[in-house]
């Protein structure tokens, strides 16, 4: 990763650029047209941060355990925590962030980097440079701020921190009943404001009302504070706001701290600086377990040297990650996106910090976190094992499992949706083909209500089985209270509307628990899943077929919905690309649906999740009708289920259309148009309007989206066409015929392979040559893929692959 800031990036847009060959982003106009934020987590503690200087910190938990109070109105961006610089002289004063005083900066520009994010301006002549982030392991958020004196004559400056304190559930709604609970106290030995809550509102959780927060929040500098201020009101002065609180505009502060204020945090120090002269300081938020803790995080990260050690370490720690694996190939936006960001996200915000401006998770979703997890696999397997194990030990011995659960609280929420559960297997298949890891499967996990410990094998099959007690007549699976799509919430609710997806996926996992039986030598089970499937897939051929492609469910009346006989929500997207992923549609079928997913779903921004969208809220279908026209699953974008159109279409060898997929939906290319699509350029949105929204092409809810891992999955296995199998890695490229060479480098059980595609012929698919270490294996013929065996750990394989015409 280079530091130079002369590679620009060619995606300039008018608001940013890529920067450090497309590890950082950098936004050069502030006024994007939606907060462009970066998630910054390791997993234990973490915050948000807009270009803006909006946002919020939390640890642990983004939702049940916030440190900082924020409210979510992404027009204002207004909630955050803040940096005020005075200067006494002229008793002018601005924020170091463009928000809260927004004043005009003479320059500004903000880095969003893997790990960290940077606010540069410069004001009145003294620049500001205000890095963030949180050290690789540890619950601290760090600030290093250098000021530095441009001009020629000294310069008397005041510094003034400022946020609110959360310390617990966000958001903090009734703020006059939470704040009598909050007790702040200033200690001048540690620089430091202390504050700890004596309530802990944990939604329905047993002790309701009736326990205190667990921890002590601290808020800190590396120089001794000429004063600080603990109270909203003395800080702020009574009707004003953050644009011009009493304490800057006068340049003191009140020194209230105690009971029963509005609390908040601010800390003051005053930095002489000299023409010319740079001054450097660090500032900590963060919560400790206890005061040791906090005592222990203060002394080890409090002090410019170590936090400027701990930003060098964690960018390491960042690059180590995601340098194992790397894509090259011809198109610099999906280069960019598959390393780092895509990535990044799916780690950052999606599995440690599980937080976006759009929604606040805090929990682990039974299916999401799981999905996420795969994109660990090529770089550090046993972080998806471990995901696995979690999942496992929230599930009910009957199979069923929770939708959702809150870590630290463990309140979660028993569920009627029907596919939750098939998550389970269905990653641990996959995380079989990866690692080959026996060993997970016989590995034992207790159940939610038996501390009995089963394997994870056992845990699959109950998943499985269950599934199995909840089939139609027909051979269909319920829906219940909804399938991967939660927007499908009334369709099932009285056990008798069926799931066309849901067969699909179920037979998916049928066949690839098949082979994992054979593994545990579980011979009844592979006759049993064996005869499931195949019945399953005749079932699904016959009674989910609606004439011309997949319809998508049946209500608890026996409408169908997803059917050309409807007419609004007439064609789904995901009982066609899942009918070629799961290997339920023969080929020619299979043509078929695709057809439909290109002639009639795909839109200009990716493929449309339903179509048209429902105009008028249907009861008997549920909230997915009740969204806007064209928003979200309502006949949107669903960028998740997109990303499976991209793996479809691999699958069936349509390199144009995959490659033409992957690209409508990457984000770097969707915010080539930064006034229609307005959000970052870095992170995958949720979901862009549809056309029937009056917004079509916008984009929204970035960051918290599990479509992260799965386009990455769709880039890399789908069109680079490297993917792990039970036999070794398996290559089966399906390009653009126009790119001439590409390459990808990923652990595979433990070996670094090294894999260079050549492409002399300008073709989009077909293996026509082989060499491995130098030396050429003969091939009989051109075929799509080859598999490279499994190889020594530790070792590194050089594999080039030519690919050519018979
Ligand atoms: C949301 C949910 C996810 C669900 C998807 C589709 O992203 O978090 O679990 O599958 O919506 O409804």
Known sequence: MS??????????????????????????????????????????????????????????????????????DLIKDEWGKFLYIRDRESRSFWSAAWKPVCKEPEQYSVKHGIGYTTIDSKNEGITSDWTMFVPRKDAIELWLVTLTNRTD????????????????????????????????????????????????????????????????????????????????????????????????????????????????????????????????????????????????????????????????????????????????????????ILNPWLQYQAIAGRLWGRTGYYQTGGAFGFRDQLQDSQIFLPIEPQRTAEQLRLHARHQFKDGTVYHWWHPLSEVGHPTEMTDDLLWLPYILGIYLEETGDLALLKSKEPFLDDTRPATMYDHSCRAIDKVLTRMSKRGLPYIGAGDWNDGLSAVGLKWKGESIWLGQFLHRILLDFVLVSKMMKDTSRVKKYTAVAVKLKKDLNKNGWDGKYYYGATKDNGEKIGSAKNTEGKVWLNTQTWAVLADVADAKRAEQVFDVVENDLEGKNGTLLVKPAYATPDSDVGYLTRYAAGMRENGGVYTHAATWSVLAAAKLGRSEAAFRLFSKINPIRLCENPKEYIAEPYVTPGNIE???????????????????????????????????????????????????????????RGATYRITVENPHGVDSGVAGLSVNGKNIPLAGISRSVTLPVAKKGSTVDVTIVLGVS
């Open 3 to 72: 530091e130079s800031h002369s590679q620009k990036f060619p995606f300039e847009n008018g608001y940013g650029h890529f920067e450090d060959n497309g590890w950082s982003y950098r936004i050069t106009d502030h006024r994007t047209p939606r907060p462009w934020t970066n998630v910054v987590s390791n997993g234990l503690a973490g915050f948000i941060v807009s270009q803006n200087g909006g946002g919020y910190s939390w640890r642990e938990n983004a939702q049940l355990n916030r440190i900082t109070r924020w409210e979510q």
């Open 153 to 336: 004559r000294p310069r008397s400056l005041q510094l003034f921190t400022y946020f609110e304190w959360n310390l617990g559930a966000a958001p903090d709604w009734h703020r006059e009943f939470h704040r009598t609970f909050i007790k702040t106290a200033y200690d001048a030995s540690l620089k430091s404001i202390i504050a700890t809550k004596r309530l802990w509102e944990v939604p329905s959780d047993k002790a309701h009302w009736n326990r205190s927060w667990e921890y002590v929040a601290f808020h800190s500098c590396s120089e001794q504070p000429a004063s600080f201020d603990a109270d909203k009101e003395s800080f702020m002065g009574l009707y004003r706001s953050e644009v011009n609180p009493i304490a800057v505009e006068q340049g003191r502060t009140g020194e209230q701290s105690g009971d029963w204020l509005d609390a908040v945090a601010s800390l003051n120090v005053n930095v002489e600086l000299k023409p010319g002269e740079s001054k450097t300081l660090v500032f900590a938020v963060g919560a400790g377990k206890n005061s040791a803790e906090v005592k222990k995080l203060i002394g080890q990260f409090v002090n410019v040297e170590h936090a400027q050690a701990a930003l060098t370490d964690v960018k390491e720690m960042w690059r180590e990650m995601l340098t194992r694996f790397q894509a090259k190939t011809p198109d610099a936006a999906m280069n960019t």
């Open 690 to 748: 549809g056309p029937d929204s009056r917004f079509y092409g916008k984009g929204g809810w970035t960051w918290y989206s599990g479509s992260a891992a799965w386009l990455f999955k769709g880039g890399v296995e789908g069109i680079l066409g490297v993917k792990a199998s039970h036999n070794g890695l398996l290559v089966e490229p399906c390009i653009p015929a126009a790119w001439k060479n590409y390459s990808v480098q990923r652990l595979f």
